[in-house]
């Protein structure tokens, strides 16, 4: 696609509101090239206007240098300066799957057989290699009467985040501060029942009927711990063998790494800020059966008079007594006297306000120290954190060491999303096919309940020439722009419209570029010394008798050299009278739309 832009080309002030309006009928346009008008994406002609013309010639001579103004640009390549090729790898983390029944490559079940007590349910256990064992019958497996309640725990890499401030040396004398930490929560889900098949709702010997299921989920526990261990990595140099061990904080082991000492770091305290399950919470206080969050604001000084605003709360201290050490403060509209050490909370939570001092400062102003939270609300143990989970809390003293959400009522559905993290659904895959060798049609199914996330989380990677990928190297980037070339407008700095009276001072032979006329010979004197080379009348009453009046007696001519102007081109856009000359102007601005 190409861009054109009009270029604005100043006629004066005769121009301001000029109309371009449609004639009733147009001249014929000769067959001019496009570089009479424009070279190089520079303007290759002038305008010449008649001194002696009407403004509706003035405002055709605008309309035609528009027109020329949409041609006023180059076309050159797209030029690629730099490409890089960005790639992306879905990194979410997919927990195991709960295997269910798993028949594949056996070939000995038959179509009408009993799909319960068929040896292909998953028996709970695992082989050396970590892969389900499917050798039990419903009954006898861990799925007996579609209910599972072996436990089955998922993991949440980096779903809380912990923003703290500690400290742990390790024994190379090294300090690890940890201030702001992505840790893991787990999701235990007790029992997991297919519905209908525990209800009965299904025929043994139809293996159709086991392909959905819908799921109940009961004992579901999320639980995250805020606790960092320390690991240790020794260090091996392949001359001199063991050079030393080095030790990284970490919630999850790092590849590579053993665990050296646990909980290094533990539990959460006031001050700290955690994300959990939606919720942004900074912690104020902790209880022993709650924890308090809202947003604090620290110390604060204001002068008495001033109002200072904290969210949606503010504090303006009316009167300030230094030596009773008290202070009038109106908090959010409440007027209330403290003195220092005094507290203050709204009912509502919304501030919460201690003095912590008075004094006169420089100048004699006096002055308020007041410690400052809003928003202010607790969670209890035992609390709906979110509709339809209750939360848990681990306190120790001063320091939330867990927190756990656990469920109120049976999730049930085809579907369970559990945290807006992870998905849960069963899903059997079930395949017929005919057996050649006794004409029977036999039967395969494998069935898991699969627990996905609920939507990809990507990392990216910019690669560039030299780069590797999956084994590949990348040897070359080839780009291919589309337009592969772009219209670079131009930058017009000298004006194209002139008085034939500017022409005709200079002399005719030191014009240097194509003119184009605007006006018959008794208004423009240039077409008047032209007429001849341009073969039209030089009078009106010539003009009259040869074209007419009126719109239809507009004309447009054209010489590709004219020698009395140096050998350049020249056109001519006239009529008899103004409305002749307007029609011209309108077919050539025409034309010249087409030239594009």
């Known amino acids: 696609m190409k861009v054109k832009k009009i270029a604005a080309l100043a006629v004066g002030a005769a121009m301001v509101g000029a109309t ?19 070279k190089n994406g520079q303007p290759n002609v002038k305008i010449v206007v008649g001194s002696q013309g009407a403004a509706m010639d003035v405002a055709s ?74 050798n039990a019958n419903l009954s006898a497996s861990a799925w007996s009467g579609g209910v599972f309640d072996n436990g089955w725990d998922v993991l949440v890499p980096g779903g809380v985040e912990w923003k703290t401030y500690h400290v742990w040396k390790d024994p190379n004398g090294e300090k690890h501060k940890i201030t702001d930490v992505n840790i893991y929560y787990t999701i235990h889900i007790g029992k997991v029942t297919l519905k209908q098949l525990n209800d009965g709702d299904v025929t043994p010997t139809n293996i159709d009927d086991f392909n959905d299921f819908t799921l109940q989920v009961d004992n579901v526990v999320a639980n995250v711990t805020f606790s960092l261990n320390a690991y240790e990595k020794t260090l091996w140099d392949p001359v ?120 006169i400062g420089i100048g004699g102003t006096t002055t308020v120290l007041v410690e400052v939270q809003t928003d202010i609300d607790r969670i209890y143990d035992g609390d709906e954190y979110m509709p339809g989970w209750v939360a848990r809390l681990g306190i120790n003293g001063s320091e939330l060491d867990w927190f756990a959400l656990v469920n109120e009522n049976t999730l049930e559905g085809k579907q369970i999303e559990l945290f807006n993290t992870y998905k849960m659904d069963y899903v059997a895959d079930i395949m017929k096919k005919k057996n050649p060798a006794d004409d029977k049609m036999y039967a395969a199914m494998s069935a898991w309940v699969v627990i996905d996330p609920v939507k990809p989380v990507y990392a990216t990677k910019e690669l ?21 070339k772009a219209d670079i407008v131009s930058k017009i700095t000298a004006p194209i419209t002139v008085l034939d009276t500017e022409i005709m001072e200079a002399g005719l032979d030191s014009v240097d570029s194509n003119l184009i006329l605007i006006g018959g010979p008794v208004v423009n004197s240039v077409t008047a010394a032209l007429a001849d080379k341009l073969g039209v009348p030089s009078d009106y009453d010539g003009w009259k008798s040869e074209y007419g009046t009126g719109a239809d ?17 020249v056109v001519l856009v006239a009529g008899t009278d103004r409305e002749g000359t307007k029609a011209a102007a309108e077919a050539l601005m025409e034309f010249i739309a087409g030239l594009h």
């Open 61 to 134: 001579a605008a309309d035609i240098a528009v027109a020329i103004g949409t041609l006023l640009y180059t076309e050159e390549d797209v030029a690629v300066k730099s490409a890089s090729v960005v790639v992306k790898k879905d990194v979410s983390y997919d927990p195991d799957d709960i295997p269910v029944f798993d028949n594949l490559y056996r070939g000995d079940f038959k179509v009408g057989m009993n799909v319960e007590t068929y040896e292909a349910w998953w028996n709970g256990s695992f082989d050396s290699d970590g892969n389900p064992i499917f």
């Open 464 to 484: 560039g020439i030299g780069d590797e990928l999956g084994g590949w190297t990348i040897d070359d980037i080839k780009v291919t722009t589309d337009p592969a």
């Open 240 to 359: 001199l063998g063991a050079v030393g061990t080095t030790y990284t904080v970490s919630d999850l082991k790092p590849s590579g790494y053993a665990l050296y000492e646990s909980d290094v770091i533990k539990g959460v305290t006031a001050g700290d800020t955690i994300s959990l399950f939606g919720k942004n919470l900074k912690i104020l206080d902790i209880g022993s059966n709650y924890i308090e969050y809202g947003n604090d604001w620290g110390d604060n000084y204001i002068n008495v008079g001033e109002t200072k605003t904290f969210g949606n709360a503010y504090i303006k201290p009316i009167d300030i007594d230094v030596s009773s050490e008290k202070a009038l403060l109106d908090i959010n509209g409440v007027i209330k006297t403290l003195h220092v050490g005094d507290t203050y909370q709204a009912p509502d939570g919304s501030i919460r306000v201690t003095l912590k001092d008075t004094f």
């Open 20 to 38: 371009i309006g449609l004639a009733s009928a147009q001249p014929t346009v000769p067959n001019i090239p496009k570089d009479f008008f424009v």
């Open 553 to 569: 007696s507009g004309v447009i001519k054209y010489v590709a050299e004219c020698g009395a102007i140096g050998g350049h081109g």
